[in-house]
């Protein structure tokens, strides 16, 4: 499994890749903006994520319409619904709104509330079919 991290709290993201890192390789950026660009550059090479780990709150871009840039690229390049990258939104604020905001408007696959745990990580990686 290919992973991008997106997450701008250092902490976090070292994390997060330590968690994921069991279960294959991963990129690191710290905003939307370089995410997209990851992204674009990955399908262009070939070798595109499986899946993105995307913090909400995030300076130049934020995670919502990162996310949603995103998926754009995916419908312009006629990637399947089946086939497009598995995103999970991260964040920090447990609230009803936030939650539907990260799964309806940003057109997300689930969310992780931080402090992120392995075994619900893990949960949400079997629940898309990302591990066994």
Known sequence: MKCLIVEDDHPSSLIMGKMI???????????????????RIAHESGSPYDLILMDIMMPET?????????????AH???????????????ALDDPRTVMKALY????????????????????LRALNLIS
């Open 21 to 39: 890192s069991r279960y294959g390789s991963f990129d690191a950026v710290v905003n939307g903006t370089e995410a997209i660009e990851r992204f």
């Open 62 to 74: 934020d995670g919502l319409r990162s996310a949603l840039a995103i998926r754009e690229i995916e």
């Open 77 to 91: 390049r006629n990637i399947s619904l089946t086939d497009r990258v598995k995103v999970i939104m991260t964040t």
């Open 105 to 124: 408007e940003s057109d997300a696959n689930s969310y992780l509330v931080k402090p992120i745990r392995l075994q619900k990580l893990e949960d949400e």
